[in-house]
């Protein structure tokens, strides 16, 4: 049978017709008192019920409105590059990366880019000919891209030329990532491969069991100088020896249950790591933490997003699947504080960077938030078609790839 992939939005509007469902159970049935009491009476009180629950729904299935802020940082944007064609949200796959003052970025027709971090000055631009669904990786002197027919595609990280190219089993929806020796990719079935990254040559490939429905999304791997970590939709951890796709070890992030396959949707997003640990979160399951070296569970709590997490200082942030922002502490997994300001503003994954976490939306704005207290301490309006993709950072600046195809970069600036 083949699997089903489910849009997240689907998720989310199937969850809130439940949601519905509970408030409608919960509504106390209005109850004529007195000799007095009518039919008609009864009903006039059920017809203003019904109002006012569909008054809340409404409230409820709403994006929270932007409220004013007291804004401390500044955010200055200090050059803007055209990539190629804008994504829709829904398939939000391209993210930018920085490495070594270049930052990379890719958009959905084709077209890779490579540029200096701090000038915006373009280092070269690439065309593959064919739309991409995944990318960009960066490593082992490669820049690596999916395309829609399912390719892998290497270009070489100082001139844009392409060194390789193979066939995957199916879609890369994730960057892939690369040592000097390996390149390692998940594709949409579940499966992970490790090429050569001199040659492109087979190494390795890991075949990872596929829940009947899953997001339309994939993990993408952490790869260091001799491990590959990948998390999957089965709700695990694994982690592979780079070179051979030897199993080091399998952690559980979150375990499947309840009724319908809906309800048993664990995807587990793509893993960070900080130091000798590794941090995973699964939608509808549980984030944890875990040692990098034999996979030891270190602590958990009940969570569910389906963005990656991002790690600052002793301080792991996550997105909710509402869009709430959420502070744990980084060794215990202690709750620091959440913000709910954005509630269903279909926010990224956040990024920290200095004192700030860093999240933009649906409609556009890049939002900074204290990573002391959660406050909302800065804001500006990137672009009119809105932010859905993952940002990037080098320490001082942010890096942001907006729905209309331009790669924005952004300084920070204490008031």
Known sequence: MKPIFASLALALLLSGCSSLKFWGKDEAEPVATGADAVAGDSQELTDKQKKEQEKKEKKASEPNDLKKIEASVDLKRLWSLGVGEGQEPQDATLVPVVVDGVVYAASRDGRVMAADAAEGERRWRADIDMPLTGGVGVGGGLVLVGTIEGDLVALRA?????????????????????????????????????????????????????????????????????????????????????????????????????????????????????????????????????????????????????????????????????????????????????????????????????????????????????????????????????????MASDGERLFVLDNSGDLNAYVLRAR
């Open 158 to 390: 100082d001139s844009g030329e392409e060194a390789w190219r193979v066939a995957l089993s199916s879609e890369m929806l994730a960057p892939a990532a690369a040592n000097a020796d390996a390149v390692v990719v998940q594709t949409q079935d579940a499966k992970v491969s490790g090429f050569s990254a001199q040659t492109g040559k087979p190494l390795w490939t890991y075949e990872g069991d596929r829940p009947l429905l899953t997001l339309r999304a994939t993990a993408a791997p952490v790869v260091t100088e001799t491990m590959a970590v990948v998390g999957f939709a089965n709700g695990k951890l694994v982690a592979f020896d780079a070179a051979n796709g030897t199993v080091a070890w399998e952690a559980r992030v979150a375990m499947p249950s309840g009724r319908t396959e809906l309800e048993r949707m664990v995807d587990v997003n793509t893993p960070v790591l900080g130091g000798d640990i590794l941090y995973a979160v699964s939608y509808q399951g549980r984030i944890a933490a875990y040692s990098r070296g034999t996979g030891r569970e270190l602590w958990a709590r009940d969570a569910s997003s389906h963005r990656a997490p991002s790690l600052g200082t002793n301080q792991l942030y996550v997105v909710g699947t509402e869009d709430q922002v959420i502070a744990l502490r980084a060794t215990g997994g202690q709750e620091l504080w959440v913000n709910r300001d954005l509630r269903l503003r279909n926010v990224t994954a956040p990024q920290a960077i200095g004192e700030v976490v860093a999240v933009a939306d649906v409609e556009g704005y890049l939002h900074l938030l204290s990573q002391v207290d959660g406050r909302i301490v800065g804001r500006v309006k990137v672009d009119g078609d809105g932010v859905s993709t993952a």
